[in-house]
């Protein structure tokens, strides 16, 4: 069966410090991966996809950048933190092989930007 | 750009009462998926509606999927304690890609 990891749960950082959270998928390959920021009380906004390694695509401009080095491994990163990076952070993975297909959540990561 | 708008906010009952949550997008949908997020948890997949008109059940959870093809609704008969959560659709925008509406939070007085 499929599962997804994504670590670590919670994080707290100081403004200006680098991020890295990590995100892979076990019992699949060629997934669909996807970043999301949830900011607390609210709905999930795509951040990053990926359909493939070294593909990524971008949602909105911001502070953050993604990257897929493996099939199954997902990686979301900041340079330098802002106050406003804090949030809820998912991580999920969709089938590759049609569209439309349901996602599938890692059990998120909370961050705090102090 | 498409936009899934999702209401209300917030919905308080007692233990017993129903429920409902409404989903309307600004452009029609392939499909809708709703998903449920339990209190510091991460979503999970509930349903997806795909044909127009479509209604399926989950034992107390109703789900439909309007005519035009552009809202939704999830009804939940006779809460329970478990129902606790917030209830997310989300609007297929193509490309493996969805837009979720900002959530119902529900909490329910036992």
Known sequence: SQTIHQWPATL???VGSP??????????????????????GRGLQLLFYSVGIGQISSEVPQNLSASRPQDRQFILSSK????????????AWSPRQSQNEKLFFGSGTQLSVL | GQQVMQIPQYQHVQEGEDFTTYCNSSTTLSNIQWYKQRPGGH?????????????????????Q?????????????????????????????????????????LTINP
């Open chain 2, 43 to 63: 979503p999970v997949f509930l349903i997806q509606l795909v044909k127009s008109g479509e209604v399926k059940k989950q034992k107390r959870l109703t789900f």
């Open chain 1, 80 to 91: 330098k933190l802002l106050l406003s990076d804090s949030g809820f952070y998912l991580c």
């Open chain 1, 19 to 40: 991020l890295s959270l990590e995100c892979t998928v076990e019992g699949t390959s060629n997934p669909n991966l996807y970043w999301y920021r949830q900011a607390a």
């Open chain 2, 65 to 105: 999927f309007g005519e035009a093809k552009k809202n939704s609704s999830l009804h939940i008969t006779a809460t329970q304690t478990t129902d606790v959560g917030t209830y997310f659709c989300a609007g297929d925008r193509g490309a493996q890609k969805l837009v979720f509406g900002q959530g119902t939070r």
């Open chain 1, 12 to 14: 707290v950082q100081p």
